[in-house]
């Protein structure tokens, strides 16, 4: 399985756009990534805070031929972003539930998932937060960047790539072909 990939400089939301291009076009697997994000969105209607030179990015794939359930998928995908993260950070990470991954107690990253149907067709999309370079100020949350803890500048379409490849990986095995 191998996304195709939709790169823009500049769009309101990843979600939104890949919930456009499903709506809009034939693709049943594909990854939206742009270098801003002028809505992003978060848990639980949230803003999600977005700095240029982060990692913004949303996967889309159909879920009738994939055979894991849901509630597999959210963690697996969770598991997926933080086994790419470790490649620069060799310490702990945590997983906060529903979706975030922490280090020292900061949040790096944060995963929104929706679940949209178009036609009888559902579909999971996977939208992906990472502080590469830089942290937000959020009031009362502590946050922290990849380049923060590693001090190691770090190649974000690399990086991307990395995330896209894990994904494409972990997908093939539970995509059920007729």
Request: charged share 25%; net charge positive.
């Amino acid at each position: 399985m191998k996304f195709k990939i939709f790169r823009y400089s500049r769009v309101k939301s990843t979600n939104q756009t890949a919930i456009r291009i499903i709506k809009n076009s034939n693709s049943n697997f594909g990854i939206v990534i742009s270098d801003l994000q002028t809505n992003g969105k978060g848990q639980y209607g949230r803003k999600w805070i977005s700095i240029k030179g982060n990692v913004f990015l949303s996967f889309f794939y159909k879920l009738e031929k994939i055979t894991l359930p849901l509630n597999i998928l959210t963690k697996k995908n969770c598991f997926l972003v933080k086994k790419v993260i470790a490649k620069y950070y060799k310490k702990k990470i945590i997983f906060k539930s529903p979706n975030d991954l922490l280090i020292n107690k900061k949040k790096i990253c944060g995963i929104l998932q929706e679940k949209i149907e178009k036609y009888d067709n559902k579909f999971l999309v996977v939208g992906i937060g990472i502080n590469l370079i830089k942290k937000p100020k959020i009031l009362n949350y502590a946050t922290t960047s990849l380049y923060e803890i590693t001090k190691q500048k770090i190649n974000k379409k690399l990086f991307e790539n990395q995330l896209k490849i894990t994904f494409e990986k972990f997908l093939s095995k539970y995509y059920k072909t007729n």
